[in-house]
């Protein structure tokens, strides 16, 4: 039984559109599955118990704590990561190119994670109000930009995802080049 319960099992699971597998044990952490054996270091780690949201991937399309995500629970299911979001190459999806823009980083410890959970609540509420910005950035710390530069990033990534869709895309063909089907809409 102990035997059993260590046994390796293989997960296999498409991560940012590739279909990828590996090997893990059953209590093994779905942060550790897609760092260590599948390389996917854009996934950060750092409480570990569900509290800081810097390991947020989303699963299906719906934001997840890693750390608190058994890789097994993966199997079969469609994996983002930061790694994920751009487009094609260096090319950065709308949400990122705000971020750089608003210098909504510094360290960039708590990026990724925010990113994630962004890329899944734009989807949701396509029109965030300022307050439902900051009330979902409530699931994230950040520890060196205060928050304000990053809800700025948000919004403003809302608003020129809502003009393009509206066909009068008002940041002009530079956003239109960083949108394809090979990476996020967000
Ligand atoms: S590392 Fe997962 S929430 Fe902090
Ligand atoms: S940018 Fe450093 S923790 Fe957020």
Same mark, same amino acid.
């Given at each position: 039984?102990?035997?059993?319960?260590?046994?390796?099992? +293989?997960?296999?699971?498409?991560?940012?559109?590739?279909?990828?597998?590996?090997?893990?044990?059953?209590?093994?952490?779905?942060?550790? =599955?897609?760092?260590?054996?599948?390389?996917?270091?854009?996934?950060?780690?750092?409480?570990?118990?569900?509290?800081?949201? @810097?390991?947020?991937?989303?699963?299906?399309?719906?934001?997840?704590?890693?750390?608190l995500?058994?890789?097994?629970?993966?199997?079969?299911?469609?994996?983002?990561?930061?790694?994920?979001? @751009?487009?094609?190459?260096?090319?950065?999806?709308?949400?990122?190119? @705000? =971020?750089?823009?608003?210098?909504?980083?510094?360290?960039?410890?708590? +990026?990724?994670?925010?990113?994630?959970?962004?890329?899944? =609540?734009?989807?949701?509420?396509?029109?965030?109000?300022?307050?439902?910005?900051?009330?979902?950035?409530?699931?994230?710390?950040?520890?060196?930009?205060g928050?304000?530069n990053?809800?700025?990033?948000i919004?403003?990534?809302?608003?020129t995802?809502?003009?393009? +869709?509206?066909?009068k895309?008002?940041?002009?063909?530079?956003?239109?080049?960083?949108?394809?089907?090979?990476?996020?809409?967000?």
């Amino acid at each position: 039984m102990k035997k059993l319960a260590h046994a390796p099992h +293989t997960i296999a699971l498409r991560l940012n559109g590739v279909e990828r597998s590996g090997e893990c044990e059953p209590r093994t952490l779905l942060s550790d =599955f897609l760092r260590y054996r599948l390389g996917a270091t854009g996934v950060h780690v750092g409480c570990e118990h569900g509290v800081c949201g @810097a390991c947020t991937v989303t699963i299906d399309g719906a934001a997840q704590r890693s750390c608190l995500t058994l890789a097994v629970a993966a199997e079969g299911r469609d994996v983002t990561t930061a790694e994920g979001l @751009a487009p094609v190459g260096e090319q950065l999806s709308v949400l990122q190119a @705000a =971020f750089r823009r608003h210098h909504a980083l510094q360290c960039g410890y708590c +990026t990724p994670g925010i990113l994630m959970s962004c890329t899944d =609540f734009l989807k949701r509420e396509a029109n965030p109000s300022e307050s439902q910005v900051r009330e979902m950035l409530s699931g994230h710390l950040c520890r060196c930009t205060g928050y304000t530069n990053i809800v700025n990033a948000i919004l403003e990534a809302a608003a020129t995802i809502n003009a393009a +869709t509206a066909g009068k895309d008002p940041a002009g063909p530079e956003v239109d080049s960083q949108r394809s089907d090979a990476g996020s809409d967000v």
